[in-house]
Nanobody
Framework: QVQLVESGGGLVQPGGSLRLSCAAS????????MGWYRQAPGKQRELVAN????????NYADFVKGRFTISRDNAKNTVYLQMNSLKPEDTAVYYC???????????????WGQGTQVTVSS
């Protein structure tokens, strides 16, 4: 079993900053990718940013480029999302995502955290 635990959400004023953290634990053999998605009320879940470990690439959604930075601590199986210059439209539940295997040669599975609320409002 694999667990993803997020922290760091909250209420912030427009222009402010927040840092989200997501720690993965459990029977992890390898991590193929980790990242963040978000879902606003009435909207579909969308990719914010992710790190594809297998090819060493980082992807950002256009709406966060230049404002958000994703990083990862491999030793801690933790991924971070530094969010600067936050806007009201960034308000959403942010979900941590991990694509991982639990055994050598085994298939990859998609895991999700429970979500953390980010509210940008004055």
């Amino acid at each position: 079993q694999v667990q993803l635990v997020e922290s760091g959400g909250g209420l912030v004023q427009p222009g402010g900053s927040l840092r989200l953290s997501c720690a993965a634990s459990g029977s992890i053999f390898s991590i193929n990718a980790m990242g963040w998605y978000r879902q606003a009320p009435g909207k579909q879940r969308e990719l914010v940013a992710n790190i594809i470990t297998s090819v060493g690439t980082i992807n950002y959604a256009d709406f966060v480029k230049g404002r958000f930075t994703i990083s990862r601590d491999n030793a801690k199986n933790t991924v971070y999302l530094q969010m600067n210059s936050l806007k009201p439209e960034d308000t959403a539940v942010y979900y941590c995502n991990g694509v991982m295997t639990t055994a050598w040669g085994g298939p990859s599975f998609n895991y999700w955290g429970q979500g953390t609320q980010v509210t940008v409002s004055s």
